[in-house]
Structure formats: C-alpha cells, structure tokens
C-alpha cells in the first residue's frame, strides 16, 4: 500500500509494558524553552526532500523515525537525512500496531528495520525507537534492550489527517511548552501541509525566543 494511500494514523498512547523493569518513552528533553521535532513514516519521495530543505534553511535539526519499508525503498533519502546531520529512529518494518506482540517478535521487527537503515547507511546509529500509533505494549525494554531509547511526544498537532496549514501552525504555537518532543509526520500520507506549517513555525518560535535542539542519546 502506498504511502498515500494509507488510512490516517491516529497515535493512541498505551501504558509501557512488559518484561523486566518499567521504561517510561521520553517526551520531554529538560525544562528550557527548547522544542525537539520528530517527524514520523518516512521517508516520503516528495515531502522528505522538502523538509529536508526547510530543516536547512532555518539550521533546525530533527529526529526522523523511519519506517522499515520506506527507508528500504529511498535509501538515498536515508543517506541525505544523516548527511544533514538529524538524528534517526526506529519505527518499525510496516507501521504494525506492536500492541499485543510477544517480546520476541518486536525485537525481530526492530532489528530488521535497522538493518535495512544500515543497508542505506552503513554503522548508521539508531538511538531512537517510536512504537507505531503510540501503541508501546512490551516495545520499551525490548527498544532498550537493543540499545534504544522509546520516544514518545509532549505535543501532537494531529497532523496524520491534515487540518490546513494554518490550523497546523496555530496548533504549534500555542501548543508547545518548555522541552517538548513534537510530534509530526513526513511520510505517511500527503504530509505538505505539514512541511508548509514547520516552515512558518521555526522562525515564529525563534522570534520568541525558542531553540530547536536533539536529544542527547545513547551509543548503540
């Protein structure tokens, strides 16, 4: 199924579950007036490049959550995304609901996604895990087990089924807070809407005073 023929994908944020001791997914990065952009279900053919060079217009870095399966199809745009200097995250092979799988199962998934990244882009790090939809289920201590830390997000704009850029825009600016993961999307859909709206918000945001920084992350 194509990108953009995919249905829209609401996040549903679960409960962290599983074996071993809780891991909590990260949604904030400190209490400054710092924002931390993520962007979900790439990469896109059409809407990565785009954003790629508004991230570069503006010097905003980024954590970009591939999924598997489109990562294998446009490996170049793999290859410019580390070039930039962004951060990657694992999101999976297919964007499946990992929900109710047994631990086995999402580690076999997660390390196939990595590997085909690594395919693109050799010894890539990929410090980062998202579970599709938000639905976690026992992908936390799996991720970490990995050597990946869970990401979730303070502020999601509902970009998954587009509002109109200015809605988008308005939703960010009054959404965010001090050290929010943000979360939005570059591939999954028609996501130009969304690149218009970052375009518009990073220079809103820096006008207030905000900085758009990465996480720290772990070596894996």
């Not at 446009?74 to 995304?81: A, S, T, Y």
Request: with cysteine; hydrophobic share 40%; net charge negative.
């Amino acid at each position: 199924m194509s990108p953009s023929s995919q249905s829209p994908r609401t996040p549903h944020p679960t409960t962290a579950a599983g074996p071993g001791p809780a891991v909590r997914p990260v949604e904030a990065i400190g209490t400054e007036q710092v924002v931390c952009l993520t962007f979900d279900d790439g990469p896109h053919p059409v809407h990565t490049p785009r954003l790629l060079d508004v991230l570069a217009a503006h010097e905003a870095p980024a954590v970009f959550f591939l999924q598997g399966d489109q990562a294998g199809r446009h490996p170049e745009l793999v290859r410019r995304i580390t070039a930039a200097g962004h951060l990657l995250g694992n999101h999976g092979m297919h964007h499946d609901d990992m929900s109710g799988w047994a631990a086995s199962r999402i580690a076999s998934d997660l390390l196939q996604t990595t590997a085909v990244i690594r395919q693109a882009v050799p010894h890539a790090q990929v410090p980062w895990f998202r579970a599709p939809y938000g639905a976690w289920g026992q992908s936390p201590p799996v991720a970490t087990a990995l050597g990946m830390r869970p990401m979730g997000w303070r502020l999601a704009v509902g970009d998954w089924d587009p509002p109109g850029t200015g809605e988008l825009v308005r939703r960010l600016t009054e959404g965010v807070v001090p050290g929010a993961v943000v979360l939005l999307h570059d591939g999954g859909g028609d996501r130009s809407q969304t690149v218009d709206a970052v375009d518009h918000v990073i220079p809103a945001l820096r006008a207030q005073g905000w900085r758009f920084v990465l996480p720290d992350h772990p070596a894996n």
